[in-house]
């Protein structure tokens, strides 16, 4: 499996971002599938998840009301809108989807997903 995500830049501060997230080699539909996000000197932390067939999201309190994620599993992408974006948002984003046995109270946690991206950078300027 494959997951490149895309869609990273420069920005500045109160604009917008829309990353993607494109798989090779699975179905994405049998996947939760998650976004997070490390910034220099941070640990990765969660962003953004929705559910295998879409309808539920969970979100980080950080992002919440500013970040939309969405998904198409006739395309095999899910994407992160980002609106809003402040200086604090700046990290290397990561798409990521489990192996399918994750419950939905354990979609906040990274060590649920299996297959990883590479990252797209973000950065937002003030």
């Known amino acids: 499996v494959q997951l490149q995500a895309s869609g990273g830049g420069l920005v500045q501060a109160g604009g917008s971002l829309r990353l993607s997230c494109a798989a090779s080699?699975?179905?994405?539909?049998?996947?939760?599938m998650g976004w997070f996000r490390q910034a220099p000197g941070k640990e990765r932390e969660f962003v953004a998840t929705?559910?295998?067939?879409?309808?539920?999201?969970a979100y980080a309190d950080s992002v919440k009301g500013r970040f939309t994620i969405s998904r198409d599993n006739t395309k095999n992408t899910v994407d992160l809108l980002m609106n809003s974006l402040t200086p604090e948002d700046t990290a290397v984003y990561y798409c990521?989807?489990?192996?399918?046995?994750?419950?939905?109270?354990?979609?906040?946690?990274?060590?649920?997903?299996?297959?990883w991206g590479m990252g797209t950078q973000v950065t937002v300027s003030s």
């Open positions: 990521a989807a489990d192996s399918g046995g994750t419950i939905w109270s354990e979609v906040t946690n990274s060590a649920r997903y299996v297959y």
């Open positions: 080699g699975r179905t994405l539909s049998s996947s939760v």
């Open positions: 929705i559910r295998r067939r879409g309808g539920s999201t």
